[in-house]
């Protein structure tokens, strides 16, 4: 494409090599001034790399980039807020204990006579920027007390202080309430009516649909070509950025529950700091039903599964699986008693990375004699069973039983905990967060085997922050505040707007 | 250059460069000292395998260090760093001392009891490292360099009291000869044996002249079975498992407190052992009062360390070890070379083997130089046709 000062951004033939592997193989990016601009990729595809190019971060192997017709050299992020770019990252870098004027001044301070900090000037420069935008951001309040979405704002406005034209948010509703984004998609209209650019880094095709003008597919460090939004449909963009038809809808016959497997009744939990993150919390999951649980992070979601799994000390209550009472065991008894879990961080919960797949695949489940007669791991039947695995799910590279599993993608790496849950008939599985960081196909994968797993009559506690997953997925959604459960509907009765108000803890209840 | 290649992907690849470069940086030392390094490496391997004597003593004194090289390597396997291997060791020679000077029993029950009680008082303290570690959080490098001086100072405490103490000498009774673990101990000494002997030098040098014992046997077989442990059985596959990733393991249903002290069990009745194995196999065959640490449990380190932590590869790498010490006396005897120009070739050793990646990283240097040799061949070629 030409290079003409009507794109606030171009980057040609860009090329980025780690090693022997090419992140980005010859990548073009073409963003119109004062428009939204979405880079759509799978896990891994390289949008993040490609952002960090642009900010300096990186150094591009080939390629140019040019701001507004010219071209520029950029070596650090440095020069990169000098040409006026700005990033947001997923993870904010925020001073807990500073003011929101604090933090967005801190590293380009407004200083009077002999560098003494001028707060007053500074401050009253924060609020007029917070005033032009509308962000409804109290300049004077604490980091540590305002809302994630709030704390998102005071990222932008860190960039917008420093000059920023063009702002490149990295995954910027993942942490968000359905609210919280509402709000977002205000501010970024607002900030492109004043003449900002926009780049969203993203793989919610939602959300595009909703903020973006155009969006360039990437896939596997590829270009795949820029759509114009309003003429394309979700599952248009989802085909583009897989590469073959997607299923995005849950498709599923309606739920047959049977008994009452999990019982969970007044239970109440502590973190380590002796706080209630579980306070009083009464659920039942039957067999052969979803029950789903939507729920900000931090409303005891992770204690409730500590609990389950006798990880964490139930200080009052009972979880009874089958009518056995499990609650301040051992993790090893929850297992023989039927519990499967797919936990919320595969890498730190999962799986043992150094290890090859084939070990990994009977971890929970090594002891049993099928796997060893007494003291002995026999690795020929581990790996008999892991190729059944394998091609039972389709875990890529074929053949990888004896590769260390750290070699998978994070896809495949799931595959492999999902495949391993349910090939020990369990009665109980806990599937919490489970396609965390993965890609529209796995996905796919992943909820076609949860409602598998339900037609055969397991019960099935699905923990999300993804509040579209537990929509679609469950039969049975309850809502998590504050660790307890503040609202229970069908699947179908309730709307995202009810949902969302529960989660922020307006309900009516 | 392909066969090469694939040799550099090799774990053992990292570990002989290692050797290399120590070899190398030796020579430089040598050569600015003064010394030529030819002749000094020539009367090396010549101290350490010139005579049927010297093989033997190389092996003898590889026989304490591959065990505590195991104990560390097992450890390590398991994402524990044992530094106690020092203590254990004491520990093993103090209880191997006492079982062997109480009792007297038949060889067949005296020796299996002397070496287990040895193995039992290492592993009783690894044990107690590893249950620091598993309920306080106490760093086990911390407790273990703790007990190491605790043991120094309960060994010479040993010595000194009266029930074993051995009268006008700093060390404590000789063990029961029952005990003695050496090669055919009554024989050699016998006029039989003696008769015999003179008639075959190499081995009368190497019976009469050193303690050649079934140490470094036995030595082999626990290295081995260590390794067979750790990838072969359901308690290596947790231990390992715990090690690597404890949070999993712990919510997998494996007990990470217990596995703690599991290992640092086996690891400190590996170092216990070789305690035991030196008192039954070596004279004195008895505790010496201790000044200072005797450096079994460090240097059980390097060889782990030569030996990229596996356990099978701690046998060539304690003989290696052995053999550079004690190689290095002759040559200090013969050439005047400061030993601790050898000391400085091992520390530039374990140095190198710290860099586990070198050998692969010079592997994939080397085929993408080939790669672009061929692109650029076949480019040639095509620019001549």
Redo the contacts between chains.
């Keep these: 494409m030409e290079v003409s000062s009507e794109y606030a951004v171009q980057m040609h033939g860009i090329v980025k090599r780690f090693g022997a592997f090419t992140a980005l193989d010859h990548i073009d990016l073409d963003v119109r001034k004062q428009t939204v601009h979405a880079i759509l990729g799978e896990n891994g595809a390289g949008k993040t790399t490609l952002m960090n190019i642009l900010y300096g971060l990186y150094k591009a192997d080939e390629g140019k980039t040019y701001l507004y017709g010219e071209e520029v050299g950029i070596s650090n992020p440095t020069e990169a807020i000098r040409h006026g770019i700005g990033m947001v990252h997923q993870h904010f870098m925020l001073v807990e204990n500073f003011t929101v004027t604090e933090n967005i001044i801190l590293g380009d301070e407004v200083c009077g006579t002999a560098g003494v900090l001028d707060m007053g000037r500074a401050r009253k420069e924060v609020t007029k920027l917070v005033e032009e935008y509308g962000f409804e951001v109290d300049p004077d309040a604490r980091i540590q007390d305002i809302s994630v979405g709030m704390q998102q704002r005071v990222e932008i406005l860190k960039a917008l202080y420093r000059g920023a034209e063009i702002l490149i948010l990295d995954e910027p509703t993942a942490v968000l309430t359905p609210q919280e984004i509402d709000k977002l998609m205000e501010i970024m209209d607002g900030l492109v009516s004043k003449g900002k650019t926009i780049i969203i880094i993203t793989h919610k095709l939602k959300e595009i649909m909703r903020s973006a003008h155009e969006c360039s597919i990437v896939r596997r460090g590829k270009y795949m070509g820029t759509v114009d939004v309003a003429q394309s449909s979700e599952n248009d963009l989802a085909a583009r950025m897989v590469g073959r038809n997607v299923n995005l809808k849950v498709e599923k016959a309606p739920a047959h529950p049977k008994d009452v497997c999990l019982s969970i009744k007044g239970l109440t939990v502590r973190d380590e700091r002796g706080i209630e993150q579980v306070r009083d919390l009464n659920l039942n999951v039957r067999a052969g039903e979803i029950v789903g649980i939507a729920g900000i992070d931090g409303n005891g979601q992770s204690e409730l599964v500590d609990a389950i799994m006798s990880l964490a000390k139930a200080r009052a209550g009972t979880i009874e699986v089958k009518g056995v009472e499990v609650q301040n065991t051992s993790p090893r008894k929850v297992i023989d008693s039927g519990v499967a879990t797919i936990p919320s961080d595969r890498h730190r919960w999962g799986l043992v990375l150094p290890m090859i797949v084939s070990e990994n695949a009977v971890l929970e489940h090594h002891g049993d004699e099928v796997y060893g007669k007494g003291i002995m791991l026999d690795y020929d039947k581990l790996r008999a069973y892991t190729e059944e695995l394998v091609s039972q799910f389709d875990i890529r590279p074929a053949g990888c039983e004896e590769e260390r599993i750290s070699g998978l993608s994070g896809g495949n790496q799931q595959k492999v905990i999902i495949a391993r849950s349910v090939t020990h008939a369990p009665d109980v599985l806990i599937a919490f967060q489970p396609t965390r960081g993965l890609d529209v196909g796995a996905i796919e994968f992943v909820h076609k085997t949860l409602i598998a797993e339900r037609d055969r009559g397991v019960a099935i506690l699905l923990i999300s922050y993804e509040l579209d997953e537990v929509m679609d997925v469950s039969d049975k959604i309850a809502v998590i505040y504050h660790g307890q459960i503040v609202g229970e509907f069908e699947q179908g009765t309730v709307g995202e707007d009810e949902l969302g108000l529960l989660m922020a803890g307006g309900g009516s209840q | 250059m392909n066969v090469l290649i694939k040799f550099l992907k090799r774990p053992v690849a990292s570990s002989l460069l290692a050797i290399l470069l120590g070899f190398a940086v030796a020579a430089a030392i040598l050569a600015t000292t003064g010394f030529n390094p030819f002749e000094t490496f020539g009367t090396l391997f010549y101290g350490a395998l010139g005579k049927p004597k010297y093989i033997t003593n190389v092996i003898i004194k590889a026989t304490p260090i591959l065990l505590t090289g195991v104990s560390v390597a097992f450890a390590f396997q398991t994402g524990l760093f044992n530094r106690g291997g020092e203590g254990q060791y004491v520990r093993g020679t103090s209880c191997a001392t006492i079982v062997g000077v109480t009792c007297n029993f038949p060889a067949p029950i005296q020796i299996p009891l002397v070496v287990l009680s040895g193995a039992l008082g290492g592993a009783l303290l690894g044990a107690l490292v590893g249950f620091l570690k598993a309920h306080f959080g106490i760093h086990e490098v911390i407790t273990s360099i703790m007990t190491n001086w605790i043991m120094l100072y309960l060994c010479n405490f040993v010595v000194s009291t009266e029930a074993f103490h051995k009268p006008n000498s700093n060390t404590a009774l000789t063990v029961n000869p029952s005990s003695y673990t050496m090669v055919l101990p009554q024989w050699k000494m016998s006029d039989e044996g003696i008769d015999y002997l003179l008639k075959v030098p190499w081995l009368r040098d190497i019976l009469l002249k050193t303690d050649l014992n079934f140490g470094f046997v036995v030595a082999i077989f626990v290295a081995v079975l260590a390794g067979i442990l750790l990838t072969?059985?359901?308690?290596?596959?947790?231990l390992?498992?715990v090690g690597?990733?404890p949070?999993?393991?712990?919510?997998?249903?494996?007990?990470v407190k217990r596995s703690v002290v599991t290992c640092m069990l086996i690891s400190g009745g590996i170092c216990g052992l070789a305690g035991a194995l030196n008192i039954t196999g070596i004279s004195p065959h008895t505790i010496t009062t201790l000044a200072s640490q005797e450096g079994y449990g460090f240097n059980g380190l390097s060889v782990a360390f030569i030996a990229g932590c596996s356990t099978v590869g701690c046998i060539p790498a304690s003989l290696l070890f052995s053999g550079l010490t004690y190689g290095g006396m002759t040559v200090q005897q013969m050439m005047g070379v400061p030993s601790e120009i050898i000391n400085i070739m091992i520390g530039v050793i374990v140095f190198f083997t710290a860099l586990p990646a070198m050998a692969p990283k010079i592997a994939?240097w080397l085929e993408?130089r080939k790669k672009a040799r061929q692109s650029i061949d076949t480019d040639a070629n095509a620019g001549e046709a």
């Design positions: 072969r059985t359901k308690l290596g596959y947790e390992r498992a690597f990733n949070e999993a393991a712990r919510f997998t249903g494996i007990g994939t993408r």
